[in-house]
């Protein structure tokens, strides 16, 4: 059998005019492997990259990461029935 992890792509938007404001979004697509996020990712933000170079001049950056493991879905959702929510 084999294991797929899924994987998630955020990309992260600053602007040189407002330090410490960041803009993170992820789009509705999960990859089967790193590298095809990563090379997904990089593509999505150097082109949003180059769509603000002459309006708004934000910066992207892209990151991958794994969905989380079955098992730190289950003990949120037990964490949240103890705290009464």
Not at 30 to 36: A, L, Q
Not at 45 to 51: S, Y
Not at 67 to 81: D, G, I, T, Y
């Given at each position: 059998?084999?294991?797929?992890?899924?994987?998630?792509?955020f990309i992260l938007g600053s602007h040189p005019d407002r330090p410490g404001k960041l803009d993170l979004q992820r789009p509705e697509v999960?990859?089967?492997?790193?590298?095809?996020c990563e090379e997904a990712g990089a593509k999505i933000?150097?082109?949003?990259?180059?769509?603000a170079s002459d309006k708004s001049g934000a910066n992207y950056e892209h990151r991958c990461m794994a969905?989380?493991?079955?098992?730190?879905?289950?003990?949120?959702?037990?964490?949240?029935?103890k705290s009464g929510q």
């Open positions: 059998m084999i294991e797929i992890v899924p994987v998630m792509l999960v990859f089967t492997s790193m590298d095809d933000a150097e082109r949003m990259v180059q769509a969905v989380p493991s079955a098992e730190e879905f289950e003990a949120a959702f037990k964490q949240l029935e």
